[in-house]
């Protein structure tokens, strides 16, 4: 009996060390001068909680219920800025428009703060151990506003308000001589929302998770155009290692016109 109680006393040590360890993750925001921290427990407790139900999260790959609160009261109004970066907890940094979640308000796509509830923990994401929590950027009716696949990070650690990646870093923009309407000037921004989080370009981005796409070399100069198109659309078809991380970009998640634009602005970049 003795036993038995010292085996459960521990278990509820173990048990409480947990729970507090997931409310000791903290989601920053910085807007501005004003930066603030919410626990996981202070973003349950609002009013504006509430059950979402996602019916094909990107991350999972199937559908997914979460609790969650509304991302845009939680800024608090961004004067000045038209971007969130989104940084997670690997080093993936989203670039979003402000605009993209404004519209949230008016019809569009709507971003949530998904939750993980110290309680009910959410399942491993596919070929990793970890989940999505313990903060997850989430969208209901993503197809409204065209939100893209990397536009969902996941272990989100903070998001600021900043500029525009082409006011921050100028060295993404195209040549002011390319057309309107160049398919070159369409991949800058195909770029900026599918590559730009995880590949920095002529050392411009904030992303960490993969290598430099315009230096030392641009992939267009060391790949053909076939190998470049199936790198993306299926990276583990061409080469793996133990820590390959980038997914497979399908028809969902990168059109294939959005893909001729992408190939295009990596060959204009090559050349300046």
Known sequence: MRALSIMLLLAGIVAGMNVAHAEDHVLTLSIGPVTRQFTAAQLLARADATELSVPADVSYGRPMKYRAVPLLPL????????????RAADGFVSQIPLSLVEKGGSGGSKAWVAIEEPTASWPALPGKSA???PFYLVWED???????????????????AVESPAHRWPQIVVDASVAADAPARRGQAVYTTQCLPCHRMKGAGAGEMGPDLGK?????????????????RNPAGVRTWPQQQMPAFDETMLREPDLDALVA???HMATR
């Open 142 to 160: 993503p197809q409204r506003s065209d939100v893209g696949s990397e536009q969902w990070p996941y272990q989100l650690a903070s998001v600021t």
């Open 75 to 86: 800024l608090g109004g961004v004067a000045a800025f038209d971007t969130l970066e989104a």
């Open 265 to 267: 602005y990596l060959a």
């Open 216 to 232: 030392p070399m641009n992939p267009v100069q060391y790949l053909s155009a076939k190998g470049l198109r199936e790198l993306i």
């Open 131 to 133: 989940s999505a929590g």
